[in-house]
């Protein structure tokens, strides 16, 4: 069935369910699991307004109006490691965690899951309702839309 899982992970509290999701399918097919973690570049974080950053960045923990983003980008890095690693014990699963920056996240999830040679990608959809899914475009949708690779859509 499935070799090769890629979660792609935002740091939002529904893509923990997706993480969820991706391990127990990967426990239950014995693929090798990639999570994706996605921290948003600093300028999206103070000057892209129409993208509505700060409720990502509420989201996500990452706040920057502090003055040390890439401390907080990196602490952030840090606690996915940790996690993955108690994940990996609790669960029995080994877990690549790969870290990017991603300002367009659907091409991001993309890429690496097509770079790292996966066959699913899990993901979370943050359940927007159709206006904001316009106004704002989805993730998922893209993903979906261009990726050649089944996903896994978690609400």
Known sequence: MYQKILIANDGT???EK???AGIE???MTGAQIVMLHMGMPLIMATDMPGFQPAA???ESRIHPTDHDYAAELQASNDAVDK???AAESVHGVKIQVVHVVAAEVWYT???NATALGCDVIVMASHG???LKSLL???ETLSVLSHCKLPVLVVR
């Open 25 to 27: 399918l990967g426990k």
């Open 13 to 15: 509290e529904l893509a």
């Open 83 to 85: 996690k993955m690693t």
């Open 128 to 130: 927007r309702g159709a």
């Open 18 to 20: 997706a993480i969820e």
């Open 136 to 138: 704002l475009g989805s």
């Open 56 to 58: 990502y960045i509420e």
């Open 109 to 111: 999830v993309i890429e």
